[in-house]
């Protein structure tokens, strides 16, 4: 029963994510000399911690608007044809709804665009791990002769004859002069503040578990699993508040335990889709969301060899970022190179398509280290999809915050 531990999991990454709060990463130190700005305000749900903002990088209002405006503006690109929304568009949950993005140029870019949400919680990006911080992310796709293919000398000599953007940067930061590392800090304030938690299964979860507001009791004494089922039950609905379309919607799914189970295998990977406490850790809250690499069995040998590509280490080859559940009715096409086109192809490929990859991870292996077969039938596959749709938040992609700014 390993797939029952997945919140007890991660007690033991809260170290490594101290660390990674207190390292700044590798993007050149920029300070913010501004002493007008307003402290942005995430307005988050109480059971969630904070948004792990870089100390060097605080967001505020005047900033986070500035990171929206450049993402929505194609001068970061070279020919000034293609924007970051080009390829994370809002109403697809910041993805493109390609198997490869199309780069400024035409070009397919080398794998599938990403869905952008709760990135402020996380601590490595890419399908293949190869940034730390999003301020340091930023000029991969600015440069990348397949993505935005422009010159970073040359973009703050434009933004720099703008006298818009003068203004703004010096509202935002206090400098005259406009330089990437502040283009950066701009767009990273900004993708934090992309968050989403009102997705059916968050509103469930969030009243069951601290059911108006206290943490309950029970979730204290059940095992994680137990209280999965439980939360799941219909017959629990009271504590559910008081939105009925909801629990119809839950009822209609009537997930069988063998389901759950399976969905619970799923979690013990994918938890950073869950909110971001941990309820099995003696009625503390704690993080809940450092991000993995590892290997789904989409293949026995790939031509992509993600983390590998980075870490150079053998036991890192194809392995790749476990992406987050949320949204994914957005989300379409899957996989880091697309190859599957609807939520059934996904939940088949675990059901029975699971490869023997070298790098298999042993969640997915069953007693005799073959790739595991789940066995659902048409029914239980059904009930599965309908959980993992429980995780999209239409909010998100409707959120006037999040859409490009009126006037530029
Ligand atoms: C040509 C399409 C394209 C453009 C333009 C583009 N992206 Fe992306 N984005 C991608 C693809 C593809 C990936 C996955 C790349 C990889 O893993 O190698 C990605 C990944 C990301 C991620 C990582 C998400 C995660 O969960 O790890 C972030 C953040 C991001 N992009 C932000 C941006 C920003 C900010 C811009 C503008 C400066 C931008 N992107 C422009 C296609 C694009
Ligand atoms: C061993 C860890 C692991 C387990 C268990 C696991 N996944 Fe995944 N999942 C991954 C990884 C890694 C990827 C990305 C693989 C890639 O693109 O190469 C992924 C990708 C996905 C995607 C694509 C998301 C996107 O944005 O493209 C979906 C959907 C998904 N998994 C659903 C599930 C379901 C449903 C289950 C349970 C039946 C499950 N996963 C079990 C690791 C796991």
């Known amino acids: ?10 007690v033991c990454l809260l170290v490594p994510l101290a660390l990674f709060l207190t390292a700044s990463g590798p993007s050149p130190v920029a300070e913010n000399n501004s002493t007008n700005t307003t402290p942005y305000n995430f307005n988050l749900p109480y059971n ?30 070279g020919n ?28 397919k870019a080398r794998r599938n665009s ?36 422009a010159d970073y000398n040359q973009i703050p000599k434009q933004l720099n004859k703008d006298k818009n953007y003068v203004a703004l940067f010096h509202k935002a930061f206090g400098v005259d002069t406009i330089s990437m590392p502040y ?46 089922h439980n939360a799941f039950d219909p017959s629990n609905e009271k504590k559910y508040g008081h939105d009925t379309a909801l629990i119809q919607k839950i009822r ?21 889709s869950l909110q971001l406490f941990c309820i099995g850790c003696n009625g503390t809250i704690q993080p809940n969301a450092l991000v993995q690499y590892q290997n789904n069995g989409l293949e026995t040998v ?37 190859r599957f086109k609807t939520l059934e192809e996904v939940v088949e490929h675990y059901n029975s398509g699971l490869q023997a990859n070298q790098n298999l991870d042993s969640l997915l292996m069953d007693d005799k280290k073959a790739p595991l077969r789940f066995n659902l ?27 490009a700014p009126t006037s530029r």
């Open 183 to 228: 283009v950066a800090k701009a767009l990273g304030q900004f993708l934090r503040t992309i968050v989403s938690f009102n997705a059916p299964f968050d509103i469930i979860y969030r009243d069951y578990v601290f059911y108006k507001g206290e943490l309950q009791d029970e979730a204290r004494e059940v095992t994680d699993l137990q209280l999965l």
């Open 377 to 403: 039938n048409a029914e239980e596959k059904r009930q599965l999809i309908g959980l993992l749709k429980l995780f999209s938040d239409s909010s998100l992609v409707t959120n006037s915050k999040f859409s």
């Open 1 to 10: 029963m390993r797939g029952v531990n997945f919140f007890i999991g991660t």
């Open 48 to 77: 969630l911690l904070p948004v792990q903002n870089p100390k060097d990088n605080p967001p505020t209002e005047e900033g986070v608007e500035l990171g929206r405006k450049l993402f929505y503006d194609p001068v970061l690109s």
């Open 302 to 338: 790939g031509k992509d060899k993600g983390l590998y590509q980075v870490t150079k280490k053998e036991e890192d080859k194809y392995l790749f970022k476990t992406p987050t559940l949320r949204n994914l009715v957005f989300t379409a096409p899957y996989m880091h190179d697309g």
């Open 114 to 149: 990403m869905a952008l949400v709760n990135l402020g919680w996380q601590d490595k990006y890419f399908w293949d791990g190869r940034a730390r911080t999003l301020e340091d992310l930023v000029h991969f796709p600015i440069t990348d002769s397949l993505e935005m293919n």
């Open 252 to 272: 209609a799914i009537s997930p069988s335990s063998k389901v759950l189970n399976t969905f619970s295998v799923c979690l013990n990977c994918h938890y950073n």
């Open 80 to 107: 000034h044809k293609q924007s970051c929304a080009g390829c994370h568009k809002q109403e697809l949950s910041f993805t493109d709804g390609l198997d490869y993005s199309i780069g400024a140029l035409g070009k």
